[in-house]
């Protein structure tokens, strides 16, 4: 029944032929959002009984070199790449995922017709069950989990960001914490790791970061501080790169070991902007690799490649946003990552 079967998929899909540094590429950006709790913002939030989160999408960077059909028909084994110092009669494809999803505990927000709605979170340790098939299953799809957690640490999110960590902590084995701050923020970051591996469960890395006052007063750049927080965790994560030739086929050169999962409150504005950092910097380390870019450039530096990268995917991605109660903030700072 195969040929008239349909694949179809909840999300979006966005396919670019573009160049950069002289150097022809299709970049391909795929979200697949899941059909489990896949509601609106206030309407719903958590996980589940399943361990299914509201909101729970995975995003697919893609890059191609050496295709000459665009990355739309197959691909052209005969294909050349010009500008590209590495091999000519090679197709390359690269890789990076990242996961988004809410907070995987029992919290709610009652709507009552105010600007802000009551925010409701129920005991830790009745969504350990939920928390733990959640995770478990997160897990044995990628591997090592990172989680990013960017909701404030003061005001009604507080509670969403304790029952966060405490959730891990229970979960882990003989967790430990380190937190650093300042004056005007006594908690900036926070990072709680297992001491040990002595369950699946202590694969999981919780990695606080506190979004609204690194980044108040439309400083975006200080994101790039929550790099340094993942540190060898986001370098050891690696990427996924595979080669195909007349004679090379489906030469698998590496693969993606571990995954970033970013949250805020409605895994929106301040989630966008930090997995289009990740995303960045993955891309720029895989241009490195591929010979297209010299060590030390950066893709923002070609200008072409950078209008493509914050705003290539089509109006009805960054509507998808905005329909579901995102800011001007997506459209200025991170539309690439669309959907969510």
């Known amino acids: 029944m195969d040929p008239f079967i349909l694949p179809v998929f909840f999300g979006f899909l966005s396919i670019t ?5 002289s150097t022809p590429l299709s970049f391909i950006l795929i979200t697949r959002k899941s059909r489990h709790r896949a509601g609106t913002r206030y309407f719903t939030r958590g996980v589940d009984e399943s361990g299914d989160v509201a909101n729970f999408n995975e995003t697919e960077q893609i890059v191609i070199i050496g295709d000459s059909t665009g990355g739309l028909g197959g691909y052209d084994q005969n294909s050349i790449t010009s500008g590209c110092r590495a091999s000519t009669q090679q197709v390359k494809i690269f890789s990076y995922v990242q996961t988004r999803g809410s907070v995987p505990v029992y919290w709610a927000e009652v709507n009552n017709l105010r600007y802000t709605p009551q925010l409701q979170v129920r005991g830790v340790d009745s969504a350990m ?5 959640h995770f478990d299953n997160q897990i044995r799809l990628y591997g090592d989990n990172y989680l990013v957690n960017l909701v404030n640490q003061k005001g009604r999110e507080q509670r969403v960001k304790a029952a966060y960590e405490h959730i891990v902590k229970l979960l882990v084995s003989s967790p430990v914490e380190e937190k650093g701050g300042s004056a005007k923020a006594p908690e900036r970051v926070r ?12 694969q999981l ?12 007063g439309m400083r975006w750049h200080r994101a790039q501080l929550l790099l340094e927080q993942l540190g060898n965790g986001l370098y050891d994560q690696q990427y996924f790169h595979s080669v195909e030739g007349k004679s090379v086929s489906s030469d698998v050169r590496n693969y993606q070991k571990s995954v970033v999962r970013t949250n805020c409150m409605d895994c929106l504005d301040r989630t966008n902007v930090a997995q289009s950092m990740l ?3 993955t891309l720029n380390r895989q241009m490195i690799d591929a010979g297209v870019l010299e060590k030390g450039e950066n893709t923002a530096s ?6 493509m990268f914050r705003n290539g995917e089509s109006e009805v991605g960054i509507q998808g946003v905005l329909g579901e109660g995102g800011t001007l903030l997506t459209r200025y700072c991170a539309s690439f990552f669309s959907m969510g």
């Open 17 to 21: 032929a573009t160049t950069l540094k």
């Open 129 to 133: 069950d939920s928390a733990r098939k």
């Open 191 to 202: 990072r709680i790791e297992p001491t040990k591996r002595a369950s699946m469960l202590d």
């Open 205 to 216: 890395h919780y990695v606080y970061f506190d979004f609204h006052h690194e980044c108040k």
């Open 279 to 281: 995303a960045r910097w």
């Open 302 to 307: 070609f200008n072409n490649f950078e209008v």
